[in-house]
């Protein structure tokens, strides 16, 4: 330690007292250490970096068509934990899109010509909204990939913006779910 430096530190140590100083260099090692995975009581846990929605999109997006409602999420290397759950809910719109969620599906990556099928181990949802689809994959997606979770269903016959909220659980037994925020899809008038 340079003169400068003990002459820095012996006011402060007088000042703020060594136990102080101490606790402060602590604490500012902590706020430094690298993220790990966390548990919140009960086996609950959380995602270190939050999933991100990458893509939302209809492939027929004609009103009145049946179509596919897919959302791609990516999954972080440092997430923490594996995502085992996804939940797509419909906000109130001009009309409901009636999702066949028996037809419901995912797979790996963004793109289905080279994503390989993902098994799903549940679906489900609220009951009787029919606004709320949870998929549950068979086997939890790990950090570092991205997969597609698709709803099948007709298109409303109004044409407008839908909106739906996503949100990401990850493994654990009753794990909160993370909000990713809001998805639009717009159905173009004919």
Same mark, same amino acid.
């Given at each position: 330690m340079t003169t400068l430096s003990k002459n820095f530190l012996k006011p402060a140590i007088h000042i703020l007292g060594s136990k102080t100083l101490i606790f402060g260099a602590i604490i500012s090692t902590l706020l430094v250490l690298p993220a790990n995975s966390e548990q919140i009581g009960n086996g609950k846990t959380f995602f =270190?970096?939050?999933?991100?929605?990458?893509?939302?999109? &209809?492939?027929q997006?004609?009103?009145g068509a049946?179509?596919?409602?897919q959302f791609t999420i990516s999954l972080p290397k440092d997430a923490g934990e594996a995502l085992e759950a996804v939940t797509i809910?419909?906000? =109130?719109?001009?009309?409901?899109?009636?999702?066949?969620? &028996?037809?419901?599906?995912?797979?790996? +990556?963004?793109?289905?010509? +080279? +994503?390989v099928s993902i098994p799903l181990a549940n679906i489900g +949802?609220?009951?009787?909204? =029919?606004?709320?689809?949870?998929?549950?994959? =068979?086997?939890?997606?790990?950090p570092g990939k991205t997969v597609t979770v698709v709803l099948s269903g007709v298109n409303p016959n109004l044409a407008g913006i839908y909106e739906f909220d996503i949100i990401a659980y990850p493994v654990g037994e009753n794990s909160p779910g993370?909000?990713?925020?809001?998805?639009r899809i717009n159905l173009p008038s004919r």
């Amino acid at each position: 330690m340079t003169t400068l430096s003990k002459n820095f530190l012996k006011p402060a140590i007088h000042i703020l007292g060594s136990k102080t100083l101490i606790f402060g260099a602590i604490i500012s090692t902590l706020l430094v250490l690298p993220a790990n995975s966390e548990q919140i009581g009960n086996g609950k846990t959380f995602f =270190d970096h939050a999933p991100r929605i990458i893509r939302a999109t &209809n492939t027929q997006p004609s009103p009145g068509a049946y179509g596919e409602y897919q959302f791609t999420i990516s999954l972080p290397k440092d997430a923490g934990e594996a995502l085992e759950a996804v939940t797509i809910i419909q906000h =109130d719109s001009l009309e409901k899109i009636s999702f066949d969620v &028996n037809k419901s599906y995912a797979f790996a +990556g963004s793109s289905r010509n +080279g +994503g390989v099928s993902i098994p799903l181990a549940n679906i489900g +949802g609220t009951q009787p909204s =029919d606004t709320e689809v949870t998929l549950v994959f =068979d086997r939890p997606i790990v950090p570092g990939k991205t997969v597609t979770v698709v709803l099948s269903g007709v298109n409303p016959n109004l044409a407008g913006i839908y909106e739906f909220d996503i949100i990401a659980y990850p493994v654990g037994e009753n794990s909160p779910g993370l909000a990713l925020g809001t998805v639009r899809i717009n159905l173009p008038s004919r």
